[in-house]
């Protein structure tokens, strides 16, 4: 594409601070300055809601969108969150959370709909929109949970009116009385901060006085200034297409997405259809009446049904997106998504890291390898700082980390139970070569004596990644030995952006990592460690250190070690993924708080298993190696080979 | 080496905010963090002269410093500074330059000591000394000197008396009587900020009351502050190393350089001894007077003589380094050097360009490939700077270039007289094919039909660049078409730091480049290469800018593309330079003025040469192409052949 940069010799020449030709200082013009100061290397993470919509229609790309409720149960929040990982891989271009006056909605509990959006936006990384209703709210009220909704880093708000708390609704005086009140609010109160959804109804609002007098509604919530529409379910696609028709004729222009609602049981469509007092068709109830215990028949014909009105939706050319009601569960609306094609079973990851979506963290681009197995625990440790590291981690001026000092956050617990753990990393434990066994089985996969599979460790809250699985065979030997490594990558000498496992960033890009292994282990292994990694200077860095911090690196001058890379088209370097060694001595005191507080606490005090977690804790040294020389063969399997050998050899070998 | 990185356990931890546990905002306690906001790729770069000399005294590495007097006129001026290049790339530790009373010392003429100082640091990157004496100088003088030193980026000074005006030496009241009285002056007024040399006399300070007197004077001066002492000329290693077991044995122990004379002529010789009032050794006079007017016997026994006693001093063990007295001349301290193995031919490159030895500039490590032969222009326009960019152009919040109203400043001269220009130039210009001809020539080393090699070109002050001789024959062929190249590199796919060409910065790290090219072309040209650029996309970007500001680019959101970086052990990655489309927009200002202010200009108004070069500045384009397909063969050559075939082929293949 070429651009006629005219504004080179427009805007730009005319931010220069002296048009006469005289000598320009530089330190004053330089803040109008058109130059942006991160690679931006895509371009949906710096835009707005509506731009997105925006560029997603100009190119022609359809997305979708995703409905959840807020749970009730802190048990529930955390199966939502690890949903909402789930889902989000299949790259919906934003999830609604809906607002539930009841369950103390703008409060800080771990289920309220002000902090499970917040979740979703900061730790998952999704763009979200936020219900807020004003009904039976005072405008202090409302402003509140804006507020406080801006400071969490939401940016898209869906003004409702909500339902009254009495049967019959009466109007306010200086109250909310409809959701153009609300949107009027934001707009007043907010300016432009808010991206404002609204919502439209395809067969009219229930309480309206006629399908007419709601449009005209719709149309007042618009041009209070409202970006988009989603619409109330409906189960006939000309329903739809009509309400679209219609709102196109009283002039509303802004973009319009369908509320698509897969039938997912018999129950649940009877409740919904109750509270929204619509009416189901009974081209759909004479199919469904007959089938009414059978929840997998009735799922089936939901997801047909759903597949088949989203087609006609589609193929007018004038749908840009669907909305879905997921009920808070995944495997209709999936499959919908996946006959549809809009399901991405692979999407492109601008960094290798999932980023947040949060506003402030925009720029992001560089963090510690560390984490890269709890990226929650590090967006938590560091929500606080002013700036986030961007281009160099060096270049930082917020090293100092939030203390980890709740493992009960409801987002750092693990999502298996007390029992699942136990079953996977013992009842018992013997010694620590239980504890071996136990790394290596997640390891390799295999079921472990009891026949249960190891799908997690206290520092993996999944199963390998396809990246580290390319290194499974050195893995499981090592572990095998007592390397019990908890985090590791392959090295890559310019492999395509594109690529499907190590791939990340804009297309036409390579990308490069240097080999990179992190384990704990055994003071006798770090002291032939430390006298075979003489012979690797200076090619391999090392930090070693254990649980009371003695630490012992190579590392010049406390700079952090670049590991992963990559170089793109037009664009500056991008390194994502560095080895920080002063990053590493608060991310060793999360990694030895995880055997106590995830592993040794599933045992009675006392207990001998527990003593084994606490010795491992108080005497083993986390260790990581990086091997600079990326373009040759890893040699850090060589450099664990060398170890075992000089232990393996005779005494005086050692000395 | 195995650093136990106590510190962080001890004061890194106590840099935390609160001790007591509580959750850190991060935000307050950075500023006093450990970590550093450059990779510093050489320490040499960050310290100060007294911290290199004592890493050097350390590791047991001898070194050696040059000392040049300001000349008198400004071609002289432009003369010294191509020596301060030529004879810097053989690596001296600094280079002092001498504070002449007579020659208003301190002013802003480009032949003043402090001028020429500055443009040693700023310009030529060297670690410089600036000479100052106190004689007949109110405190207010001195401080106002060192002030503007300060303020040029001088960081040393060394102290001296300097002679009375008078022939008798009177002692003043409240003014500075003794070096001693300026040292404890800069200390008192500019506390540690300067490095303080001191002058010692071998054999005595000539006016000194007995040499013990003196070696009392010299302790003085520096328990006053001084930090190393540097001695008058002698002729005898034994007066040298006398005084130095004589300036021990009273308790000096700072670093002692033995001022080192080549003798390189009988008239400099004489000349020197009258001033300095020492007395020339009969076993030298004997081999002189006999050859004093054989200037090269001279020079030859001078060598000869110099290379002795330095082999003496050095073989002592005690001596850390060599400083030169140059008398401005290149010849005979070069030989000296050569012979003692201290000459360092191929000095490491910490970056691919040259770095100023301002510490304004210490963490700069990005710059556009633009100026790549033209530095000292860059630093000029740039001089005003607040901050530098490091780590990314694109983080550089100064982007505003200063004018380049100065074609005048002497530093930016071209080192060749209108005469020598005329002559590789052409005296007289037929068309535009004559231009042609220039450029080729210049690539291709051959001399033009009227036997002149071109040695350089408005563009390139110096012959061709080893690694731009990489491209010689693709130039030649193009240049001959009329692709008037200006500046390229060739792609590299990680060679090693330690690559002779190609390679800089630390040992056992990796150096890759993007193919580059830029030249000037006809619109002609430009509208076929437009035509064919589209098959290149996105590999190839481009910037096509006519004087006018017309320009065509297809880089991403005006972002720079780092076009050379390396990766190396423990390190970040550093990106050294970049093709920014915002700064090339001044440096077409720069490279389309050149045509007429060091070329047009050589010929009369209105002469048919002069209308010649006018018509390619008014309509030619300057364009620049980069390959981002670093690890593949370039194609920047190809496209340019698919441009001629296009040109080539009938009319409709245009369309």
């Avoid at 936006?121 to 005072?138: K, P, R, W």
């Avoid at 009254?164 to 007043?188: Q, S």
Wanted: aromatic share 10%; net charge negative.
């Amino acid at each position: 594409m070429v651009n006629q940069v005219q504004r080179v010799d427009g805007s730009f020449q005319a931010s220069k601070s002296d048009s006469s030709g005289a000598s320009n200082s530089g330190g004053e013009s330089s803040k109008d300055s058109s130059r942006c100061s991160t690679p931006v290397l895509d371009a949906d993470r710096t835009d707005r809601l509506r731009d997105k919509m925006r560029r997603r229609m100009e190119s022609g790309d359809r997305w979708f969108s995703l409905e959840f409720f807020p749970p009730r149960t802190s048990n529930g929040a955390v199966n939502l969150i690890s949903r909402f990982d789930r889902m989000g891989s299949g790259g919906p271009l934003f999830i609604d959370v809906t607002w539930h006056p009841a369950g103390d909605p703008g409060s800080d509990k771990e289920t309220s709909s002000m902090m499970i959006a917040s979740t979703a936006v900061n730790y998952c990384g999704l763009e979200s929109i936020l219900h807020l209703t004003c009904a039976n709210q005072t405008k202090e009220q409302i402003t509140g949970h804006l507020a406080k909704a801006k400071r969490l880093g939401l940016k898209n708000i869906m003004a409702l009116r909500g339902d009254p708390v009495a049967d019959v609704w009466e109007e306010e005086e200086c109250g909310f009385n409809y959701a153009t009140d609300l949107v009027k609010h934001i707009r007043w109160e907010f300016d432009d901060y808010f991206d404002i959804c609204v919502a439209g109804y395809p067969t009219g609002h229930p309480e309206a006085e006629s399908y007419e007098v709601d449009l005209k509604h719709l149309k007042e919530k618009v041009d209070a200034g409202a970006d988009f529409i989603i619409t109330q379910l409906f189960f006939r696609a000309e329903s739809f297409l009509k309400f679209v028709k219609d709102c196109r004729a009283i002039g509303i222009t802004c973009p319009i997405l369908p509320g698509i609602f897969p039938i997912q049981g018999y129950q649940s469509l009877r409740q919904l259809v109750k509270l929204s007092k619509l009416e189901v068709p009974e081209e759909i109830t004479s199919v469904i009446e007959p089938i009414r215990d059978n929840d997998a028949a009735i799922r089936n014909y939901g997801i047909q049904h759903a597949v088949g009105m989203c087609r006609v939706l589609l193929e007018t050319g004038d749908v840009p997106g669907l909305h879905f009601y997921t009920l808070n569960r995944e495997v209709a609306t999936m499959e919908v998504l996946k006959q549809l094609g809009l399901w991405i079973e692979d999407p492109r990851r601008p960094l290798p890291w999932a980023l947040s979506a949060n506003p402030k963290r925009k720029v992001e681009d560089v963090r510690p390898i560390f984490w890269a197995s709890r990226p929650k625990s590090y967006i938590y440790r560091t929500q606080d700082w002013d700036e986030f590291p961007n281009g160099r981690w060096g270049n930082s001026s917020s090293p100092a980390f939030g203390e980890l000092n709740d493992y009960y956050l409801f987002y750092l617990k693990s999502k298996s139970s007390k029992d699942d753990l136990l079953k996977m990393w013992g009842e018992e434990l013997m010694n620590e070569e239980s504890v071996f066994e136990v790394f290596t089985n997640y390891i390799t996969g295999q079921p472990n004596h009891c026949g249960h599979k190891v799908m997690c460790l206290p520092w993996n809250d999944d199963p390998l990644a396809p990246e580290t699985n390319l290194l499974k065979d050195e893995l499981e030997k090592v572990n095998r030995r007592g390397i019990l490594t908890i985090n590791s990558q392959p090295n890559i000498n310019g492999k395509p952006s594109s690529d499907p496992i190590v791939g990340w960033g804009p297309p036409g890009g390579y990308v490069f990592q240097k080999a990179y292994l992190e384990f704990f282990t055994s003071s006798e292994n770090v002291t032939a460690l430390l006298k075979v990694l003489k012979k690797y200077e200076p090619r391999v860095n090392y930090h070693i250190v254990n649980v009371q911090g003695k630490n012992t690196t190579n590392a010049p001058d406390l700079q952090p070690n670049a590991v992963t890379w990559g170089i793109f088209p037009g664009r500056e370097i991008v390194q994502p993924t560095v080895v920080d060694p002063v990053s590493f001595m608060y991310w060793k005191d999360e990694a030895f708080g995880l055997w106590i507080e995830q592993w040794a606490k599933l045992y009675e005090e006392e207990s001998p298993s527990r003593m084994i977690i606490q010795y491992i804790h108080d005497n083993y040294y986390l260790v990581n190696l990086v091997d600079n020389d990326f373009p040759l063969d890893s040699c850090l399997s060589q450099v664990i080979d060398d170890m075992f050998e000089l232990l393996d050899a005779p005494l005086e070998a050692m000395e």
